[in-house]
């Protein structure tokens, strides 16, 4: 089973810039979800045991798995970080305003609405390079969902939306949909998904 996690918000999303492989801290909100994440997690638990907790290495996610460490009274040294967790890469958009991309890169703008799948921002990634990355990750942790086992993972939106699809078996259209909440987690099982509300 696995339980999967966002970081909660960072000041970068609450001005509305793209972080991407950028970072920005966890605001007093973030904090305090990350805070409810663990709660909500430790019920869900019932007194099993957590067989590994990974978190991409940026710091908005490590800083959200620490605290959700710190709920579980699990040692925040333990927590391992891999890098094809972290955050799909926006290249030059990183660091800018919505608006500021749409006016000042229009023609790629719109062809990354029109194929998400393959076209990437400058310099960045397409959800196809997202998804190559992840689908190594669910291969050598194959079964990360089965035995019994809890595993804990704390990335991103859209790495979180690719990582789901891929687990869950979803087309790359449906998945590239998904939400990307900072208020709960996903619970993934058995080739479902359940969210929790924190």
Known sequence: MIYLSRHGETVWNRAGRLQGTLDSPLTLKGMRQAERIGKCILKELDGR??????SSPLGRARQT????????????????????????????????????????????????????????PPGGESYRDVAQRLQDFIDEH?????????????AHGLANRVLRGLILGAPPEEFMSYDEPQDGFYELAEGRERFIEA
């Open 65 to 120: 798995a620490a605290i959700i460490a710190d709920v579980l009274d699990l040692d925040a040294h333990g927590i391992d970080t891999d890098e094809r967790l972290r955050e799909a890469s926006f290249g030059s958009w990183g660091g800018l305003l919505m608006d500021e991309v749409v006016r000042a890169h229009a023609s790629c703008w719109e062809a990354r609405l029109a194929d998400r799948w393959t076209v990437a």
């Open 49 to 54: 045991k957590v067989a590994r907790f990974v």
């Open 142 to 154: 194959s079964g990360l969902e089965g035995g019994g086992e809890v595993t804990i993972l704390v």
